[in-house]
Nanobody
Framework: QVQLVESGGGVVQAGGSLRLSCEAS????????MGWYRQAPGKQRELVAA???????NYADSVKGRGTISRDNAKNMMYLQMNSLKPEDTAVYYC?????????WGQGTQVTVSS
């Protein structure tokens, strides 16, 4: 059974940095596109960044220049480095992975940015 587990969330002051990790288990293949999503209270879940199997990346305008997504296919790991964090980055961050239409989600990790 495929499971995605996020880690690295926490409370950080505005201007600080965090590195989120997503570890996949029960996987015997390489995911196609993987991504980070976030959901703030009262808001819809939104894409933060995505990365293809080959390493092509895509970022939401709100995090361009502040976020870096990466993955290690051999370790079934994905990362999101977030710098210059803002209070509006506060949300639950979710890991997502796709394999030919089979879509997987992690349970989420809370990121809180204090002003």
């Amino acid at each position: 059974q495929v499971q995605l587990v996020e880690s690295g969330g926490g409370v950080v002051q505005a201007g600080g940095s965090l590195r989120l990790s997503c570890e996949a288990s029960g996987v015997f293949f390489t995911f196609n596109t993987m991504g980070w999503y976030r959901q703030a209270p009262g808001k819809q879940r939104e894409l933060v960044a995505a990365i293809t199997r080959g390493g092509t990346t895509n970022y939401a305008d709100s995090v361009k220049g502040r976020g870096t997504i990466s993955r290690d296919n051999a370790k079934n790991m994905m990362y999101l480095q977030m710098n210059s964090l803002k209070p509006e980055d506060t949300a639950v961050y979710y890991c997502n992975a796709d394999f030919y239409g089979n879509n997987y989600w992690g349970q989420g990790t809370q990121v809180t940015v204090s002003s």
